[in-house]
Every structure is written in C-alpha cells, then in structure tokens.
C-alpha cells in the first residue's frame, strides 16, 4: 500500500474532521485518522461558520447527551408528558428505516435539523446498526440509552400511531395555538409520509415543534433539500453552506467514521486489489426490478456508457491473452453489486483479451450478497465498507435512484456518471455526468405552506432542482 502517496492534510479539513478525541477513543477509531492515507483530502473546503457551529454542537451534545443531569431531567420530562422547564435541552431521536444508503442519508438531515435548531442527535440503534461507525462526536455517545423510556417500542412507530405529529394536526389534538403542548412528538418523514406528516416543512409549524423538547423522527430519506425551502433556516443555511453542493459531503465526512471492524474489510480489500493501480474506476449497480433491468440490457448499458465517456479501453476481441501480462496494472474496475454476473463479464472480457491501448484493466468484486439483507448486521458492514471503497475511486458510476450510490459520491466529492433508470431498453445517451454530486430527495413534499396548493418547489431558490435521475425529485445544486 505504499504504493499510494499519503496526501497533505489541509488544515481547515483537519480541523472538521479530526478533533481532539482522548487516546482511547482514538485508539478505537482507527478510520479517524487513518482516512487520510487512502482518500484524497477534499478539495471542498467547509466555511469557518460550519466549523465554528459543529464545535458549538459538540459542546451542546456534551452537555445534554446520555448520562449527563440535563439528560435525566430531560428524560424525567418525557416521562411525564408535560413541559416542566427543568432543562433546556432540546434532543431529536431518529429511528431506523430501510437500507443502509436510506439510514445515512436521513442521519444527515436529521442532524442538520438539530444543528438548526439546537436539538442533541440521538440514534436509535438496532442490533443491525451496533458497530458500524465511530462515535461521531467527542466525549459522549449518540446512541440512544437502552434505558430510554419507548426504547422496546420505537421501532415500531410507524405512520399511524396517534401521537405523529400529522395525526395530531388531522385529529385536531394540536393545532397552531395549543397553549400546553406535550413534551414528545413524534414525526413520520418517511418516503410515504402523506400531506399532514409533511407540515414538518412549513416554518409555522418549525415555531410550534421548536417548543416541543423531544421530538422523534422516522425517516429513510434525504429530506435536507426541503430545509433549504424554509425561510426559517435559509439565513443559518446560507452562512453554513455558502456552496451547496457540498452539504453532504462536509457533514457526511463529518459524521461517518468506519468502525474498526469495518476499517479492517475496508483496508485489507484496498492494500490486495487498488492500492497498485494508477486509476480506480468505481462502478456500482443497483438492479431494483430484476423485469425492466434484465442482466444483458443492463451490461450493454455499462458497456455503452463506459466507452461513451472513454472510461475503459476496448478490447480487441481478435486477439487472446496468452499469459497473464507482466505489466503493472494501469486500471483497476471495482464492481459493487448484489450479484455477481455483470464482474464476471467484464473481468473475463479484460482477462481473456488484450485492449487496444494496452493498458491492463483488473476487475475486482468484494462480495455478491444475491439478497438485501439490511436486518444483518455483518450484511450492513460489508455494505458499508463497500460504499467506502467506491468513494475511493477516482472515478464513479452509480445506479440511478441509489441512495447507496450517492453516500458514495457524497463522500468522494465528486459529480458520478449516473446510468440512467432501464426500462428494459438501454436509455440513450446510457449514462451522464450528474449536475451536483448532492443526494437526490426522492419524495419531497409539493405543496406551498401558506396556499396549501400544489407547487413546483424548484422555483424558489435557484439551489434547488430536480434530481438527473428522478423527475419528481428535488436536490441541492
Ligand atoms: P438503495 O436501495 O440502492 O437506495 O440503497 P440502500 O443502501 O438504502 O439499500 C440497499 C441495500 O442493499 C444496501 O444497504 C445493502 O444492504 C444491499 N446492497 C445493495 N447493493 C449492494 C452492493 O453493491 N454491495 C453490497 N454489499 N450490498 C448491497
């Protein structure tokens, strides 16, 4: 692995992503400090006011997280329903849902939403998610206690509990000048959450919520584009983020350390197959509907899009190799999938035949899991060391509409080739370069908040567009 040169740290990223931890949680955060010998250091810098407001909330979660007397009298309120004031912490707890991609993506913004309104993150850890990432903030813990009062049944919350927040606004249990409000909401923001559930995203109902010291959210998707649609936040958002584009990618880095463990899969598989070659090209595929994805179709699509943008050279498929080449291996492919055909193809395409150019192109596939099993915890590790070493890649094509694919590029920095959704025929052009490297909100809500009439929501601020890959969906720019 000393093949790759360990890149200068710059100062401002050091200063975001490497903050003093005691040894011994360095010792147990291997990733922390080591990321920067395998990932080019970002070439997106975070503004100083993110910088300066990530240091306030780690002081904020110091003194309000788990264990502290703020916490318990915090928790004492819950239990009681009422708002006593006898602290001012304010906390959200965010509940599981879906995928690993979903899972980080709405940590994202749930964390945001607690960065806006000086609300302590919580996760609400299934023995799925146990070992998966590093504590992210100093001297405390963002899981959830085990003690927590609904912690058997808050996983169980689903859209139709009758304290969500939009069933409370439908029943007319609370409405805009409630005087005494309850010390817990809970908010369904799933990717099926209906027009009620979706108030969330009107700045009225931001100063009734911001009264509300717990509020517990569930939610499986990137709902952080529609925060930039409040005017309530817009100001803050403008001074955290004066590039848009980025907003993932700081607080995605931010957040998310490998554990040691996952380290482990990640360092070991890059030392054996990537460290040695001169480009690395990720190339993750997402079959959603194995009918309108058929397996030829699909790797045509790769093929067309590989040679469309000259991401690999051809074969001349005249030719055999006859010994396996001597030469250093100038490009390596490293295919994530659930299954394992479209590898096989492309690595006895490039083993049996030379290239034109004669560069020598290795494939690689960590792991071909056939099944989404994202209840298994060891299935989430291997996902997320996957995620990792495709961000990894100096270049990157992803499925469309793959929340797995956009923590990758996320985390890279960078605008992926996308291949565009089959629908049994290849799309032409096959795939295209995105227009901002920010995760897509599939499901964001359509309406105005004070008309309550549907609405293009990308006509408010010009950061705000429709995603390359799904119409409807809106995302940062
Ligand atoms: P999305 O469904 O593509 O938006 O991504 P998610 O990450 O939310 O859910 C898909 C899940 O399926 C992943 O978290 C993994 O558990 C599994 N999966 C999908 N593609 C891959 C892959 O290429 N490699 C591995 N190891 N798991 C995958």
New binding site residues.
């Given amino acids: 692995f000393a093949a790759t040169k360990s890149p200068a740290i710059d100062s401002r990223e050091e200063s975001l992503f490497s903050r003093k931890f005691s040894d011994s949680r360095e010792e147990s955060c291997l990733s922390r400090n080591q990321s920067v010998l395998y990932r080019k250091s970002s070439p997106h810098k975070p503004s100083s006011y993110l910088i300066a407001k990530l240091r306030s909330y780690e002081e904020l979660h110091k003194r309000c997280g788990p264990r502290t007397n703020s916490f318990k009298r915090s928790i004492k309120q819950l239990k009681s329903g009422q708002i006593d004031n006898s602290s001012d912490c304010k906390y959200v707890v965010w509940v599981a849902d879906?995928?690993?991609?979903?899972?980080m993506l709405s940590i994202t913004s749930a964390f945001l939403y607690g960065l806006l309104t000086d609300r302590v993150l919580l996760i609400n850890q299934e023995q799925e998610m146990v070992d998966l990432f590093c504590e992210p903030f100093p001297t405390t813990s963002w899981i959830l206690p085990e003690d927590f009062p609904f912690k058997n049944n808050v996983s169980g919350f689903n859209q139709n509990i009758g304290h969500s927040y939009g069933n409370m606004l439908k029943n007319n249990t609370i409405n805009y000048s409630t005087q005494s409000l309850p010390s817990y909401l809970y908010l369904y923001l799933s990717h099926d959450c209906d027009h009620d559930d979706q108030l969330f995203f009107c700045d009225q109902d931001q100063a009734l919520l911001s009264k509300v010291p717990w509020l517990i959210m569930r939610s499986n998707v990137y709902f952080l584009p529609s925060m930039f649609l409040m005017s309530s936040f817009d100001q803050e958002l403008n001074k955290l983020f004066p590039d848009k584009e980025t907003v993932f990618h700081h607080l995605g880095r931010y957040l998310f350390h490998p554990s040691d463990r996952v380290w482990g899969l990640i360092t070991k598989y890059y030392q054996d197959h990537l460290a040695k070659a001169e480009k690395r090209i990720g190339i993750?595929?997402?079959i959603f509907d194995a009918k309108t994805s058929p397996f030829e179709s699909v790797m045509d699509q790769i093929l067309a899009c590989a040679k469309k943008e000259k991401l690999l050279p051809e074969v001349d498929n005249e030719k055999y190799i006859s010994s396996p080449s001597k030469n250093q291996t100038s490009k390596v492919v490293l295919v994530?999938?659930?299954f394992r055909g479209y590898f096989e193809k492309l690595n006895k395409m490039y083993g049996e035949h030379p290239t034109k150019t004669g560069e020598v192109v290795a494939v690689y596939q960590p792991?071909h899991?056939e099944e989404?099993?994202?209840y298994w915890n060891s299935?989430?590790m291997?996902?997320w060391a996957?995620i990792y070493l495709l961000s990894l890649s100096d270049e990157l094509v992803t499925s469309a509409?793959?929340?797995?694919?956009y923590v990758a590029q996320g985390l890279r920095g960078m605008r992926p080739l996308i291949l565009y959704k089959i629908d049994r025929t290849i799309p032409d052009p096959p795939c295209g370069r995105g227009a901002s490297m920010e995760p897509c909100y599939h499901t964001p809500p359509t309406f105005g908040c004070k008309t309550k009439k549907t609405v293009d929501t990308t006509t408010f601020v010009p950061h705000v567009k429709h995603c390359e890959d799904i119409r409807w969906g809106i995302k940062l720019f």
């Avoid at 879906?98 to 899972?103: D, I, K, S, V």
Wanted: charged letters at 20%; hydrophobic letters at 20%.
């Fill in positions: 879906c995928g690993l991609g979903n899972r993750q595929i997402r994530t999938s659930l792991s899991e989404q099993r994202s299935h989430n291997q996902a996957e509409w793959s929340t797995f694919g």
